[in-house]
T-cell receptor, first 114, second 114 residues
Framework: EDQVTQSPEALRLQEGESSSLNCSYT??????LFWYRQDPGKGPEFLFT???AGEEKEKERLKATLTKKESFLHITAPKPEDSATYLC???????????????FGQGTILTVHP | DTGVSQNPRHKITKRGQNVTFRCDPI?????LYWYRQTLGQGPEFLTY????????KSRLLSDRFSAERPKGSFSTLEIQRTEQGDSAMYLC????????????FGPGTRLTVL
């Protein structure tokens, strides 16, 4: 069964204090690893997809990286508006246990104080 | 591109009543997914459709839950004889099968069962 574990559960940062969020996963043949941002009471908002170990993607203050066992979301010089829950999810290959669905971690709640 | 829409946004019902939610995917997206999210957890997969065919259902989807996607366009999720444990955010996502297959989420329907 596919599994995703995110750490820490919650992270408090001062504005400008860079840090990283971790996503550890086990999947029967990784097709893609996805990062989403979710604001309270709203649906998840797509950030990145990573497909293979060594891949990196960037968007503004966020950078996502992928290894064979985990992914990191690096946040550089965060601002209060970066406060949200960040979700990691994996999708397995066709022919794997379940192609199509995303298996999510529980999320990391990020709070950035001014 | 108007995004994924869901209606209603909020639903309060009494235990034992039936409820139905609607999801309108991004136009041209042939895949549609339903997830359930409880407080402090990541979304959990319920079921998904490719066009009008329901390709997978989770063990979480008891006999009281049924989903349809007539004509491969909008989808409905019905819960019969609601229980307090059904209280959650119900999220819909859509994607276009192919190289990226990125799932884009709607705003969700918040169900409260009294």
């Amino acid at each position: 069964e596919d599994q995703v574990t995110q750490s820490p559960e919650a992270l408090r940062l001062q504005e400008g204090e860079s840090s990283s969020l971790n996503c550890s996963y086990t999947v029967s043949g990784l097709r893609g690893l996805f990062w989403y941002r979710q604001d309270p009471g709203k649906g998840p908002e797509f950030l990145f997809t990573l497909y293979s170990a060594g891949e990196e993607k960037e968007k503004e203050r966020l950078k996502a990286t992928l290894t064979k066992k985990e992914s990191f979301l690096h946040i550089t010089a965060p601002k209060p508006e970066d406060s949200a829950t960040y979700l990691c999810a994996v999708q397995a290959h066709a022919g794997g246990t379940s192609y199509g669905k995303l298996t999510f971690g529980q999320g990391t709640i990020l709070t950035v104080h001014p | 591109d108007t995004g994924v829409s869901q209606n209603p946004r909020h639903k309060i019902t009494k235990r034992g009543q039936n409820v139905t939610f609607r999801c309108d995917p991004i136009s041209e997206h042939n895949r549609l997914y339903w997830y359930r999210q409880t407080l402090g957890q990541g979304p959990e997969f319920l079921t998904y459709f490719q066009n009008e065919a329901q390709l997978e259902k989770s063990r979480l989807l008891s006999d009281r839950f049924s989903a349809e996607r007539p004509k491969g366009s909008f989808s409905t999720l019905e819960i019969q004889r609601t229980e307090q444990g059904d209280s959650a955010m119900y999220l819909c996502a859509s994607s276009l099968s192919g190289s990226s297959d990125t799932q884009y989420f709607g705003p969700g329907t918040r169900l409260t069962v009294l």
